[in-house]
């Protein structure tokens, strides 16, 4: 089916370890975002990327690598966990940036519980 | 830096109507989105507004006044169905959407 996935859905993991969040879009969208999603924060935005092999820091990159070699995947890395980056993670897509009406298209969210 | 306020909860019945305030001091702006999460799930888009007025969608309305950093959006003729998050999200100058924390909207048979 086309649309944007997110895995693994739900991951466990120690304070120290790398961990890999998968996304991917089917609608060759041009545009690619990662939030994290916590209580009383609202969504905070980690990496965006515009295009294939290009990248930049959101509101909160600190912990983080994107890397984007294929449009259709933006994988987020955290190269070092900690429990600090527990947290519902949420990727999402949209056709265009510097348009007036660029609805953002996300994905069913990682939650990440970091020990 | 991004500064998006409004009310952590709100709870109405069944078939009434709820208006959902949002308060926004950004750096610039270029429009503002209202989302729908469920509990467990993605936010889903309600609604667009970059000129002052009302956009109206169905049993959904938004409002935006630029000069007074303000927005709400009204749920009208609420059903069980309409219990989510709803965020309100401002675009700025450099085109980075930026989330309030979000309203519990509870509706109540």
């Known amino acids: 089916d086309a649309g944007i996935t997110q895995s693994p859905r739900y991951k466990i993991t120690e304070t120290g370890r790398q961990v890999t969040l998968m996304c991917h879009q089917t609608w060759s969208h041009s545009y690619m975002f990662w939030y994290r999603q916590d209580l009383g924060h609202g969504l905070r935005l980690i990496y965006y990327?515009?295009?294939?092999?290009?990248?930049d820091k959101g509101e909160v990159p600190d912990g983080y690598v994107v890397s984007r070699s294929k449009t259709e995947n933006f994988p987020l890395t955290l190269e070092s966990a900690t429990r600090s980056q527990t947290s519902v993670y949420f990727c999402a897509s949209s056709e265009s940036w510097r348009v007036s009406y660029n609805e953002q298209f996300f994905g069913p969210g990682t939650r990440l519980t970091v020990l | 830096g991004q500064n998006i306020d409004q009310p952590t909860e709100m709870t109405a019945t069944e078939g009434a109507i709820v208006q959902i305030n949002c308060t926004y001091q950004?750096?610039?702006?270029?429009?503002l989105f209202w989302y729908q999460q469920h509990a467990g799930e993605a936010p889903t888009f309600l609604s667009y507004?970059?000129?002052?007025g009302l956009e109206e969608k169905g049993r959904f309305s938004s409002f935006l006044s630029r000069s007074k950093g303000y927005s709400y959006l009204l749920l009208k003729e609420l059903q069980m169905k309409d219990s989510a998050s709803y965020l309100c999200a401002v675009l700025s100058n450099d085109y980075k959407l930026s989330f309030g924390a979000g309203t519990t909207v509870t509706v109540r048979a």
């Open positions: 507004n970059v000129l002052d």
């Open positions: 990327s515009a295009a294939a092999d290009i990248t």
């Open positions: 950004t750096s610039g702006f270029n429009g």
